[in-house]
Nanobody
Framework: QVQLVESGGGLVQAGGSLRLSCAAS????????IGWYRQAPGKQRELVAT???????NYADSAKGRFTISRDNAKNTVYLQMNSLKPEDTAVYYC???????????????WGQGTQVSVSS
């Protein structure tokens, strides 16, 4: 079917940067909105940023001015450039996408397995 594979997480000092990638593969006809969510220990999963197929972006207030989401439709890949990272950005980051697979008419929501981002103070 469809797989979302994240990469780019790791350990970084406060003020540093990381770039996350999420590549979608499988019987994909089109990817509609795709983006990133995160979940810190003991907290609910929350929106970080999303981007529509047409390029419209939506950011959580905590991400505005520091994170940039982008997508490469030819590669079925979404990126999250994270700058000026803070300890409170520490979380597992999940890729999320609404994908229409071949021979269907509706989009289905998919999640990746997550990638750990840890920011030390």
């Amino acid at each position: 079917q469809v797989q979302l594979v994240e990469s780019g997480g790791g350990l970084v000092q406060a003020g540093g940067s990381l770039r996350l990638s999420c590549a979608a593969s499988g019987s994909i006809c089109e990817i509609n909105t795709i983006g990133w969510y995160r979940q810190a220990p003991g907290k609910q999963r929350e929106l970080v940023a999303t981007v529509t197929r047409g390029g419209n972006t939506n950011y959580a207030d905590s991400a505005k001015g520091r994170f940039t989401i982008s997508r490469d439709n030819a590669k079925n890949t979404v990126y999250l450039q994270m700058n000026s990272l803070k300890p409170e950005d520490t979380a597992v980051y999940y890729c999320n996408a609404y994908i229409r697979v071949v021979l269907t008419y509706l989009s289905t929501e998919y999640w990746g397995q997550g990638t750990q981002v840890s920011v030390s103070s």
